[in-house]
């Protein structure tokens, strides 16, 4: 099974649908093909207004593809602290993907290479209002959480009125005060 390196998006392989990557805090989550798509515009914006380091290196992978850690320390001429340091504000906004350890044997492995999003996910999905879906697909994952919560599950800020939008077009219930529940 593929797994994709991100802090807070985490997209499933597009050829299985499967997907599983290994969280700050150490935790591994699993999401389908579906809710990838649910950060997707989200994710290309965030590509589209980096800056500096960002959109340097977001730029090498583009016109090279994917690439190695090493291939990138020697070819951009960055040390490994910057070079980790563009890599982890890249992954924490899904903008820039990896696999992770891959082992070949019992005592082979490697680092996968990063790879842009728009490489793992060529084909961008189309929607009004990225942030509705997001959460909708978060809450199925989650069935019940806190809704103070919501605002540390994703990189982006949520814009206000979002959940109460949801609430009253019947996808979300709040079924206590303080709490928030997938309505389906």
């Not at 583009?62 to 563009?86: M, P, Q, T, Y």
């Amino acid at each position: 099974m593929a797994s994709h390196q991100m802090d807070l998006v985490f997209p499933a392989d597009p050829e299985t649908g499967d997907g599983a990557d290994e969280a700050p805090s150490g935790k591994s989550l699993y999401l389908s093909a579906e809710t990838a798509r649910a950060f997707d515009p989200l994710v290309r914006k965030s590509i589209t207004e980096a800056t500096g380091d960002d959109a340097r290196f977001l730029a090498h992978l583009s016109k090279h593809g994917e690439s190695s850690l090493d291939d990138l320390e020697v070819e951009l001429g960055w040390d490994r602290k910057r070079l980790k340091s563009v890599r982890d504000r890249l992954q924490r906004s899904g903008s820039v993907v990896g696999h992770g350890l891959i082992f070949e044997d019992d005592s082979s492995w490697y680092f996968a290479p990063v790879r842009r999003w728009d490489q793992v996910f060529p084909e961008p999905t189309a929607t009004q209002r990225p942030f509705h879906e997001l959460i909708v697909a978060a809450m199925r994952a989650s069935v019940l959480a806190p809704e103070n919560d919501l605002a540390r599950w994703f990189s982006w800020p949520t814009p206000r009125g979002v959940v109460d939008e949801l609430v009253e077009e019947g996808r979300l219930i709040r079924p206590g005060p303080g709490w928030l529940a997938i309505a389906d």
